[in-house]
């Protein structure tokens, strides 16, 4: 399986305050991903990178930011967090090339409670 | 509007019977498709894939058809096992694996 770590696992904030969740991975992989998993919805993609410092918006991406400096690291920012934040938020990668083709791998997860 | 559509968010059946999990997508640009299986408390994980030039793919109990003209895909389970039990969602991307679009998953429930 592909090394990917998320942290926290869990987290529960306050409505309005800021939250980052963090995504490493050891793959190498130049893509990685930020999704959504909430009831009904499946997986909704927040935000993506096809490369350090090389972002872009997804499907349900207002209220997210994210940023990444490394190859290794994604992280998922939450400015001002808002109860229907309130989900399970997966990272993800891939690689353009190789064994990992058209493939995601995706992390454990992370709990977030907004009250 | 979805672009992957998984029409039964629940299933039922039992051991040793035949799963069949069905999946619609409604982007013609889509040429390459996957299944992941989730449990709770985990990550998905990749369970099969086809690429929009075969029709069939074929991985020990799972098998994948693809029909592009009617723009729909299945999963058939066989046969069935309770470890089988989870959450499966199909996904899709064009372009090998840039854009991933996940359907809303079936909970498949396999009873002994």
């Known amino acids: 399986d592909a090394g990917i770590t998320q942290s926290p696992r869990h987290k529960v904030t306050e409505t309005g305050t800021p939250v980052t969740l963090r995504c490493h991975q050891t793959?190498?992989?130049?893509?990685m991903y930020w999704y959504r998993q909430d009831p009904g919805h499946g997986l909704r993609l927040i935000h993506y990178s096809y490369g350090v410092k090389d972002t872009d918006k997804g499907e349900v991406s207002d209220g997210y930011s994210v940023s990444r400096s490394k190859t290794e690291d994604f992280l998922l920012t939450l400015e001002s967090a808002t109860s229907s934040q309130t989900s399970v938020y997966f990272c993800a990668s891939t690689s353009p090339t190789g064994p990992s083709l058209g493939k995601l791998f995706f992390g454990s997860g992370t709990q977030l409670s907004v009250l | 509007d979805q672009q992957v559509k998984q029409n039964s968010p629940s299933l039922s059946v039992q051991e040793g019977r035949i799963s069949i999990l069905n999946c619609d997508y409604t982007?013609?640009?889509?040429?390459?498709f996957l299944w992941y299986k989730k449990y709770p408390a985990e990550g998905p994980t990749f369970l099969i894939s086809?690429?929009?030039?075969?029709d069939k793919n074929e991985d020990g109990r799972f098998t994948v058809f693809l029909n592009k003209s009617a723009k729909h895909l299945s999963l058939h389970i066989v046969p069935s096992q309770p470890g089988d039990s989870a959450v499966y969602f199909c996904?899709?991307?064009?372009?090998?694996?840039?854009?991933?679009?996940f359907g809303p998953g079936t909970r498949l429930s396999v009873l002994p």
């Open positions: 086809i690429s929009s030039i075969k």
């Open positions: 793959e190498n992989h130049r893509y």
């Open positions: 996904a899709a991307t064009d372009n090998y694996g840039q854009n991933f679009v």
């Open positions: 982007n013609s640009m889509f040429d390459y």
